[in-house]
């Protein structure tokens, strides 16, 4: 089993920063790919960012990149999500997932993920 938390969120004015973390505890982290995705009020769940087990390739979805950056330290069992220069739009609670030995295209996809956080609220007013 995988335990997953995420911290980090909070209230941030547009065009400023917010760095997001989740921890994982349970099963052995480097056997995961990790995934990032979002839901605002109102909208379906949708993909943001993801890193594969091994941290050597990153995924984002196209609203977002050249904005945020994941990243992930295997020794804390901890995978991060950079947000900068964010918009009201980027307005969600961001959720953190772990999929087994994800790769893509499935680290994209919601529903191949197999253990999710509770999700942190980010709110970016104008």
């Known amino acids: 089993q995988v335990q997953l938390g995420e911290s980090g969120g909070g209230l941030v004015q547009a065009g400023g920063s917010v760095r997001l973390s989740c921890a994982r505890s349970g099963r052995t982290f480097g056997s995961y790919g990790m995934g990032w995705f979002r839901q605002a009020p109102g909208k379906e769940r949708e993909f943001v960012a993801a890193?594969?087990?091994?941290?050597?390739?990153?995924y984002y979805a196209d609203s977002v990149k050249s904005r945020f950056t994941i990243s992930s330290d295997n020794a804390k069992n901890t995978v991060y999500l950079q947000m900068n220069s964010l918009k009201p739009e980027d307005t969600a609670v961001y959720y953190c997932a772990a999929q087994r030995e994800g790769y893509w295209p499935d680290l994209t996809y919601a529903y191949k993920y197999n253990y999710w956080g509770r999700g942190t609220q980010v709110t970016v007013s104008s």
């Open positions: 890193i594969t087990w091994s941290g050597h390739s990153t």
